[in-house]
């Protein structure tokens, strides 16, 4: 009963302030998901990751319609299961009669992390639910159950392949009978797919240097290996999205609680614990190893560990005298608690507001040129009036050809706008709003909306 009641309250979190605008990334799945199967499956090319999620939201769109909350319903729902799977995982190492499964789901349910990817219209939560699911039936050696899954959750996000290499290590260490064979059964079936995938997958690799090349910041927001990206990771798995003016206070805040975190889950050395220490650590390390090569740890794409990190915490928890475990579990959660409402009442840490822009555009028959080389995916979900030119750098200084695209795409228009999002990436600069002046445009207005920069307006002069 207790399960049912922490499994709803996780549900009900992650229906909070689910009906935000959606932001650029969820704008690509929503792109991608309107796109019939066949064409699908060469679109993918130019993303970087799997079809599971997007053929899954293809065909969940049709009923939803163009309400926000209801396009992402069916994935709370998945994300919000992830808390009696990790429960009965936790149940079926410890016991019925151990406190570490109530505390696993219980935390779980009130991480912001958690919270806060359930309502991303991405495949990271649903990746989560699916390798939480596949050590579920390992544990319980139902090893083709737990190699399908397997196939499943990597189809469904590239990064929990090196979940596999936490499965073969564990076994290694485990040393079951026909150890080898149980390997290659979790293994082949992934392998083998893999094979025949291959051609999307170097075509989408490809696509992906190319987008680094041409914007090099963008290697910085994927995560490459620094100390920052490191720390950002347990700091993120308990804080969440939110941060602290100035930033030094929201390093030494949360370093501290970090740091107890750590002090706790170190208590965590109970034997049984060992499955869970290999699925947090593994793909850090390999993550860590790949980002050598190519920039990819960024903290969201490690989803997928949080549920062990989780289970580590309640087992140094479950290890503390009782009067100490009580006031501790109620500290975690009053963290989590706190976490989760000082994003829900600061709006600046909350989704790109694509939906408000696309409101205050709407009936105005206007240009609204990008600081970017495309148009931005969610511009495709929130139609309006608007007409979009996406720019390059380079045409500030190609006068020619700038004045011809504008002229072309401004006939009977009057109201001129320029969006800098993403400007810091694509012009730090900020030569293209230096350089409308030239093309005959005054600037007379400047709005903001919530984490897009700012939308400058001009007229003719």
């Known amino acids: 009963m207790l399960l049912v009641v922490i499994t709803?309250?996780?549900?009900?979190?992650?229906?909070?302030?689910?009906?935000?605008?959606?932001?650029?990334?969820?704008?690509?799945?929503?792109?991608?998901?309107?796109?019939?199967?066949?064409q699908l499956m060469e679109a993918i090319k130019t993303d970087f990751h799997p079809p599971v999620f997007y053929s899954l939201l293809h065909f969940w769109l049709p009923i939803a319609g163009k309400s926000e909350w209801l396009i992402r319903l069916p994935f709370i729902v998945l994300a919000t299961i992830t808390i009696p799977v990790l429960y009965y995982l936790c149940w079926e190492i410890f016991g019925d009669k151990s406190r570490i499964p109530i505390l696993s789901a219980l935390f779980l349910a009130l991480n912001p992390l958690h919270i806060y990817y359930s309502q991303e219209l991405r495949m990271y939560a649903l990746a989560t639910l699916l390798v939480v699911a596949a050590w579920n039936f390992l544990a319980r050696k139902k090893y083709l159950l737990a190699s399908l899954i397997n196939l499943l959750g990597f189809f469904t996000f590239y990064g929990t392949v090196f979940n596999l290499f936490s499965q073969t290590i564990f076994l290694f260490v485990l040393k079951p009978k026909n150890t080898i064979r149980i390997i290659v059964t979790l293994i082949a079936p992934t392998a083998l797919a893999f094979l025949f995938w291959w051609p999307i997958f170097s075509a989408q690799l490809s696509n992906g240097h190319y987008l680094t090349n041409v914007l090099p910041g963008w290697k910085v927001l994927s995560g490459t290996l620094?100390?920052?990206?490191?720390?950002?990771?347990?700091?993120?798995?308990i804080l969440g999205r939110i941060s602290l003016s100035p930033q030094k206070l929201y390093y030494l805040a949360g370093g501290t609680i970090t740091l107890v975190f750590f002090i706790i889950s170190g208590r965590a050395s109970h034997r049984k614990s060992l499955l869970?220490?290999?699925?947090?650590?593994?793909?850090?390390?390999?993550?860590?190893?790949?980002?050598?090569?190519?920039?990819?740890?960024?903290?969201?794409?490690?989803?997928?560990?949080?549920?062990?990190?989780?289970?580590i915490l309640a087992?140094?928890?479950?290890?503390?005298?009782?009067?100490?475990?009580?006031?501790?579990?109620?500290?975690?959660?009053?963290?989590f608690l706190f976490a989760n409402l000082y994003f829900w009442t600061n709006p600046h840490f909350q989704r790109e507001d694509w939906r408000g822009l696309n409101n205050f555009l709407a009936g105005?028959?206007?240009?609204?040129?990008?600081?970017?080389?495309?148009?931005?995916?969610?511009?495709?979900?929130?139609?309006?009036?608007?007409?979009?030119?996406?720019?390059?750098?380079?045409?500030?200084?190609?006068?020619?050809?700038?004045?011809?695209?504008?002229?072309?795409?401004?006939t009977d228009l009057d109201t001129f706008f320029y969006l800098d999002y993403l400007a810091d990436i694509t012009d730090p600069g900020r030569v293209g709003l230096q350089s409308l002046s030239k093309f005959g445009l005054k600037q007379i207005g400047v709005y903001n909306f919530n984490n897009l920069g700012q939308l400058y307006e001009f007229q003719r002069l």
């Open 8 to 38: 709803v309250l996780g549900f009900v979190l992650r229906l909070t302030l689910s009906n935000q605008s959606f932001w650029l990334d969820e704008g690509a799945s929503l792109m991608f998901g309107k796109l019939p199967i066949a």
């Open 226 to 237: 620094t100390l920052k990206s490191l720390a950002l990771i347990p700091l993120k798995f």
């Open 315 to 335: 087992v140094g928890v479950d290890s503390l005298p009782k009067i100490i475990l009580f006031a501790t579990t109620a500290w975690i959660c009053g963290v």
């Open 276 to 311: 869970f220490w290999l699925a947090l650590l593994c793909p850090l390390v390999a993550g860590a190893l790949v980002s050598l090569k190519t920039p990819v740890l960024g903290y969201w794409r490690f989803l997928f560990v949080l549920p062990f990190f989780i289970t």
């Open 364 to 410: 105005k028959k206007s240009l609204v040129m990008l600081a970017f080389p495309y148009k931005l995916a969610p511009l495709y979900f929130y139609a309006s009036d608007a007409h979009f030119l996406p720019l390059e750098t380079t045409s500030y200084s190609q006068k020619s050809l700038f004045q011809t695209e504008l002229e072309e795409q401004s």
